[in-house]
């Protein structure tokens, strides 16, 4: 068996890339970080990684901006697009009337589902797969500052994390994925609510609640059920969640 790594780098433009440096990353405890650029040197036709030294944070920036020369992705960022970091995205969906679907019998069938008005909803979700959703009330784009409510649906916990079941996820955490994440939250059935609380304030409660909506009772959504998290938007978006 070979030690031997072999790889290659496919650049998508005519000018030939030669293997001039490598970069050592090493991290510690509190998130402390370290980076050493070695040059490469030659044994034979095998390259050796040479003495380096410490990464400055201007030679970092400016590796950046080298390798932004090289991107070949591009295009308009969706305004419903509220953050990226990384492989974590957030985003918008406005309020409006779209079709919801349940298999629960406490709502008068085996499975039911009608077109109901919604609250504007704020999803997130990140390379894990762990994906988030919470309401936000009225119909300007959430900024930094705006309160977030419980998400009034089944299969949504406390923390707005989603059960998924055995809903396909999508691939990717990118702005061209969003309609695809959207797609699979509203084209999945709900079952039950998740929450150890209040999942809405409404006579009935949840089950009451949905079964009104889904009878049409509500020619708008009614924003007054519900529940405050007390947290905002940057607070859940700058919190590293653990994992389940």
């Not at 089944?154 to 691939?171: A, H, K, Q, R, W």
Request: a positive charge.
């Amino acid at each position: 068996m070979s030690n031997e790594v072999k790889f290659e780098v496919v650049a998508g433009r005519e000018t030939p890339l030669t293997l001039r440096a490598a970069i050592l990353l090493y991290r510690g405890g509190n998130d402390a970080a370290f980076a050493t650029i070695h040059d490469i040197g030659m044994k034979g036709k095998t390259p050796l990684i040479l003495e380096g030294k410490a990464l400055t944070p201007g030679a970092a920036i400016q590796l950046a901006l080298d390798l932004a020369k090289n991107a070949n992705r591009g295009g308009f960022i969706p305004q419903c697009l509220l953050y990226m970091d990384g492989d974590t995205m957030a985003w918008w969906v406005p309020p409006a009337k779209r079709h919801v679907a349940f298999r629960s019998p406490e709502l008068g069938a085996a499975e039911r589902g009608e077109a109901v008005p919604h609250p504007g909803l704020v999803f997130k979700v990140d390379g894990m797969r762990r994906w988030y959703v919470w309401a936000v009330l009225g119909t300007d784009r959430p900024s930094e500052g705006t309160p977030l409510y419980q998400a009034p649906y089944f299969n949504v916990y406390s923390d707005g994390g989603i059960c998924t079941g055995n809903v396909s996820l999508p691939e990717g955490t990118t702005a061209e994925r969003i309609d695809a994440w959207n797609r699979a939250f509203f084209g999945s059935f709900f079952t039950h609510p998740n929450v150890h609380g209040k999942l809405v304030t409404y006579r009935g409660g949840a089950y009451g609640f949905w079964r009104d909506m889904l009878d049409g009772r509500h020619a708008e959504f009614p924003e007054r059920v519900l529940v405050p998290t007390k947290r905002t938007l940057a607070e859940v978006l700058c919190h590293r969640e653990s994992a389940r």
